[in-house]
């Protein structure tokens, strides 16, 4: 049994950890084409797969939404007929939840060693 502050925080570190490996979603707002915001459950955009991001991008917007939304929201999202921008604000807040922005990749670090021949 955890006894110090370290340990508690540790510990509730642990388990929120794991709290997260049995549910990914994470709650985004979802505005439909009448004004009316819900709450709906995402993926965080890094556990996006590389077909929802070709979907996004062709502009499959129904087979996108299928693939990153909690299979219980797709009707509500259905129901809300969203816009692009509203589709697009969704997509935005989906992958800061998961901290990182949609096109702000870091990128691989450069080498420590020098590339070029002597």
Do not use: C
Request: aromatic residues 6%; charged residues 30%.
């Amino acid at each position: 049994m955890p006894t110090t502050k370290k340990e508690l925080d540790a510990a509730a570190a642990q388990e929120a950890e794991a709290e997260q490996d049995h549910n990914p979603y994470v709650t985004v707002p979802l505005a439909g084409y009448d004004g009316v915001t819900k709450d709906v459950r995402a993926l965080p955009g890094t556990k996006w797969r590389a077909s929802a991001f070709r979907a996004l991008n062709s502009g499959d917007m129904d087979a996108f939404m299928e693939l990153v939304l909690h299979e219980d929201d797709y009707d509500l999202y259905l129901d809300l007929d969203p816009d692009m921008d509203a589709i697009g604000r969704f997509a935005e807040a989906a992958s800061r939840a998961g901290g990182e922005e949609l096109g702000k990749s870091s990128g691989r670090s450069p080498s420590s060693r020098s590339t070029r021949r002597r």
